[in-house]
């Protein structure tokens, strides 16, 4: 699981969803966002998480219970879960360097400054300006 954190309008939601998209194919149950910037009631985080996993609403009683229903729904979905927690900063920010805005905003700002490096900190702010 990857909890993305930030201001409003620097490209998490995006961030997210690429890198679900990009690790979709590699993890055998799939990939999924599970959207909780509109939530309001912390009560609805469990819902919402188990109804972007394809899970019933009951299994969102808790949050130990959405944990036992995602470890029951197969044992590749939290093998799954933990790749994408271990491996996704590193690749998130590969695949961004492929853009060519990101690379050209990469190049200008060593230009200006030899010190800066992309890193998973910086990501969302960088892909944020390259949009």
């Known amino acids: 699981m990857v909890t993305l954190l930030g201001t409003a309008g620097i490209g998490k939601t995006s961030l997210a969803r690429a890198?679900?998209?990009a690790l979709r194919p590699a993890l055998p149950d799939g990939a999924v966002v599970a959207?909780?910037?509109p939530l309001n009631d912390p009560a609805l985080v469990a819902v919402t998480v188990a109804a972007a996993l394809g899970l019933p609403p009951a299994a969102a009683v808790s949050p130990q219970t959405l944990a036992a229903a995602v470890a029951v729904a197969g044992g590749a979905a939290t093998a799954?879960?933990?790749?994408?927690g271990t491996d996704s900063a590193a690749d998130a920010v590969a695949?961004?360097?492929?853009?060519g805005a990101v690379a050209l905003f990469e190049a200008r700002a060593q230009a200006s400054d030899p010190r800066f490096v992309l890193t998973p900190a910086n990501l969302a702010g960088v892909v944020a300006i390259c949009r």
């Open 19 to 21: 890198l679900a998209a």
């Open 35 to 37: 959207e909780l910037a």
């Open 80 to 84: 799954g879960a933990a790749a994408l």
């Open 95 to 99: 695949r961004a360097r492929q853009s």
